[in-house]
């Protein structure tokens, strides 16, 4: 079996392409039991910058090039209610190595809009415990995101990668302080009280914003996060207000719409017309209907925007991410080393022990001819040599097998040896 995933992201498409593939939490459970019934049992990872569905690929489809692709394709199709023809182009496919080495990448915050940011690993872990409660995630997939795990911890560890990151809340604001220079007389709402709303709450806390507003569906979390940062939480039915009196609005909910409607910024623009209103949509799906830079005065940002903090973020980490991509690299190299020589092993095995069996009987069949005119130390020595005998014949096969490239070649040694197939018989 191969890996496999499928997917897209900040890189490959725009944020109005990747909210159409985005899920929650909420909804992963019925995700991964679609994508099983599609024949492409797995884990899904989806976050604002990206949506990637996992899978192995059967042997029988490895001769076609997009069998197994082609499987989660019409998962996408069916549980997203997308046309193919609009989204494939944004898709990449990984297999095998690629696959591993681009999991591996992904954990340790390498293939991340802002290097080095910390919440990815944990989205990674998020993915593969909701797969594995789900039933989705055994064998090699398992393995495979166990170690992927391994691998971003340790890239954290042993380089600089993650020192003073940014994470997308924090860029947030960054791109909030480029904009209006000293945020500390800022009137800010946050919408949404999740992880990336408190995050963001937190840096403008820590910026020296004073007048913080969070709101929430669930008005009892937006009240929580409030009372840590002595800021203000009101209910969704106080938008309104909070609008018009807030010179800074984040979006973070992870609301499947809209919770900022053109409509409503116009009318909140309309009783203040001198006054800016900065709105900056980290979330995906999108919080802030994107008609809303149409109104005078308003200056809208999306989570694709905050690129150039994160080229600032990248351009100052060089060297650890260097380092960094030299780890990942060579962690994927050796897992995919392990993959292979464990595939291996059954062929390896029953080659040996096939060989074994010819040993034996060949001796047996010498030792009954020359009708016990060798002493117990020249049949000690006798099986020495055909045991040294068959172990060097099979040490350059057994390499090539542990070796291989593709399963092709295991095929080809079964068909060679006749493995699998009724072995010597036994002497009478």
Known sequence: MEFLVVGLNHRTAPVEV?????????????????????????????????????????????????????????????????SLLDVDRYLYVYRG????????????????????????????????????????????????????????RRVRRETGISRNALSVSRACVEMAKSVLGDLSSSRVLVVGAGEAGELAAEVLSLSGVTDITVTNRTFQRAEELAASLSAQAITFDGMPKALRESDIVIGCTGSPGYVLEAGLIGDTMAVRPERPLLLIDIAVPRDIDPEAAQVQNVFLNDVDDLESASQASRDKKVEEAEWAEELATDEAQQFRQWCLDLEALPTVIELRDRADQIRSLELHKTVRKLNGKLDAEGLESL????????????????MFLKERKGPEELQIARDIFHLSEEGPKSPD
Request: aromatic share 6%; proline share 3%; hydrophobic share 40%.
């Open 18 to 82: 990747r909210e159409r593939l985005s899920l929650n939490k909420e909804q992963l459970p019925e995700a991964l039991s679609a994508m099983n019934s599609h024949g492409a049992s797995g884990v899904i990872l989806s976050t604002c910058n990206r949506s990637e569905f996992y899978t192995l690929e059967l042997p029988e489809e490895a001769a076609s090039a997009e069998a197994g692709a082609d499987r989660v394709k019409q998962f996408l199709v069916g549980r997203f209610g997308i």
């Open 97 to 152: 190595y690629d696959c591993i080495h681009h999991l591996f990448r992904v954990a340790s915050s390498l293939d991340s809009m802002i290097l080095g940011e910390e919440q990815i690993i944990g989205q990674v872990r998020d993915a593969y415990e909701a797969a594995t409660t789900a039933g989705t995630a055994q064998g090699p997939l398992a393995q495979l995101f166990q170690q992927a795990l391994r691998v971003g």
């Open 383 to 398: 099986d020495a040599m055909t045991r040294a005998i068959v172990n060097k014949l099979l040490h350059d096969p057994t």
